[in-house]
């Protein structure tokens, strides 16, 4: 039931994410998204999310860790097993990110701030 819950929290929070963005059925030219994806690169504007995962998983195991000691084999697993599915859609982050960008700055503003 709890790894349910966990599961389950976990996909609403990242399908919300994805569902707010303004551009996700817009189409952009491939040297556009190139230029958004050097862009951040530049800007290391991603950084930020590197840590995210790591510190939500550790702070959800210690919140469900405190409400339930006896059961923190279980938690471990469960949370260590949805942080692992998220880190795989990473990907899937970086591509909304160029898209956002892209949509907010053409190709030759995308190339400035690149430089």
């Known amino acids: 039931m709890l790894r349910a819950a966990t599961l389950r929290l976990a996909t609403v929070l990242l399908g919300t994410a994805l ?6 059925a817009a189409d952009y030219a491939p040297e556009h998204l ?4 050097a862009a951040i690169a530049a800007s290391n504007t991603t950084a930020a999310f ?3 995962l790591p510190n939500v998983a550790q ?3 210690t919140l469900f860790i405190r409400t339930n000691p006896t059961l923190i ?3 471990e ?4 097993e949805v942080a692992i599915d998220f880190a795989k ?5 970086d591509r909304e990110i160029q898209r956002v960008w892209a949509s907010r700055f053409s190709r030759e503003e995308l190339e400035a ?3």
Do not use: W
């Open 59 to 61: 702070q959800t195991k």
């Open 113 to 115: 701030i690149a430089t």
């Open 77 to 80: 697993e469960t949370v260590t």
């Open 89 to 93: 859609r990473r990907p899937d982050l």
């Open 50 to 52: 590197d840590n995210i």
């Open 19 to 24: 569902i707010l963005s303004p551009v996700r």
């Open 34 to 37: 190139a230029a958004a994806r």
């Open 73 to 75: 084999r279980q938690l």
